[in-house]
């Protein structure tokens, strides 16, 4: 007698140990069993693939989602390109990508200066220690949106060639900058319209003496629940408050309530999905958004 189909989940990570948070999020979004698999190359991801789609038979393979995550995003995104290219239909399963939550908390913190600012074409953005994956993916969605981007970092020369690079990728303008102090800060943020700051947590990346030479008007967002802030004054649950003369702010936790939707979204799609989908953090963007504008 057949039995009921469960929705498995296959969390492939390329750190050793998977992260929990994604795992806890998978069983809230209502998969039946996550199967982490910690240490994933493309090879490993080739061979866990066919055994994920073949072993469920073509109408059982869409029951089955994979979930591409861990903290080497370049290394997750050809694991994706693996995925892809080993599945033909009826051998499909959806699946979605989430470099350590790097996408969906860009996207979050994107989407929501872009209402923010009543959209992101023309403006000049800047991303202070933006270097890192949710840094890096923020520039890239916002020189996507018709921003002029530059990206501060004490490695001038790393940072030059990140600017290239992401302009090469967008067709954009990103350029990176050396922000080593707050001297070398102040030329380069005071005729920006918004900051965002996306550095490792508990680094005050924005601090007093450079808010106070920022221009009225200048709006600043950050990711760090951590304290403290990235950003002198601002609070983690600040949406839209003025933290300045003429600056507001929007903090990590007014971010991560939309970044949890977002991502509750991408896996219950994965899950409930009768067709092939593969969810990005383009994908992710379109989410936020919608969700921003109902």
Known sequence: MATERKHLLYFLTTEQHPSPFDINMAYDAGFHAVIPYGGVT???AALLVQDIIFSRGPKGAKFSAI???G???DLAERIRE?????MFPPFQCSMMIDPKGAYTTAVALVAKVDKALGGLKGKKVAIPGGTGPVGRVAATLC???GSEVIIGSRRLAEVEKLGQQLS???GGNVRGVLMATDEGKIPHLRDVNLILTTGKAGIEMIS???LKTLRPGTFVADVNAVPPTGIHALSVDDDMKVIAPGIRGIGALAIGVLKYDVEMEMLETIRTSEKFTVLDENAALEIARRRLSA
């Open 71 to 73: 903290n080497d995003e």
């Open 67 to 69: 979930f591409i995550g």
């Open 168 to 170: 090469e990728r967008t």
């Open 208 to 210: 007093e003496t450079v």
């Open 143 to 145: 020189a996507k949106l």
């Open 82 to 86: 693996t995925a892809v290219k080993n």
């Open 42 to 44: 493309e090879e490993i």
